[in-house]
């Protein structure tokens, strides 16, 4: 049974720095595509970050040079490092990861970011 479970949210001053972390019961490289969603209250979830199994990656535009996503498969582990934190980015943040057609969800970590 493939679970994900997510660390590391909080609250956080604007312009401070964050990293959340997702660990997977399975060797991540079994999975297609790993990444973060995330979702604001009243608003869409939208991903925030991913990599697949040969290393691409792609971020949201509003993230790019803020966020970096990375991994360790002997720790069955994905990080995302989160720098210079803006209010906007204050939303529940969710570790999802891909099997072919099948997609898993953790359960979510929140993310605060207020003065």
């Known amino acids: 049974q493939v679970q994900l479970v997510e660390s590391g949210g909080g609250l956080v001053q604007p312009g401070g720095s964050l990293r959340l972390a997702c660990e997977s019961s399975?060797?991540?490289?079994?999975?297609?595509?790993m990444g973060w969603y995330r979702q604001a209250p009243g608003k869409q979830r939208e991903s925030v970050a991913s990599i697949n199994v040969g290393g691409k990656i792609n971020y949201l535009d509003s993230v790019k040079g803020r966020f970096t996503i990375s991994r360790d498969g002997a720790k069955k582990t994905v990080w995302l490092q989160m720098n210079d934190l803006t209010p906007d980015d204050t939303a529940v943040y969710f570790c999802?990861?891909?099997?072919?057609?099948?997609?898993?969800w953790g359960q979510g970590t929140q993310v605060t970011v207020s003065s």
């Open positions: 999802n990861a891909q099997i072919l057609r099948t997609t898993y």
């Open positions: 399975i060797n991540i490289f079994e999975f297609n595509w």
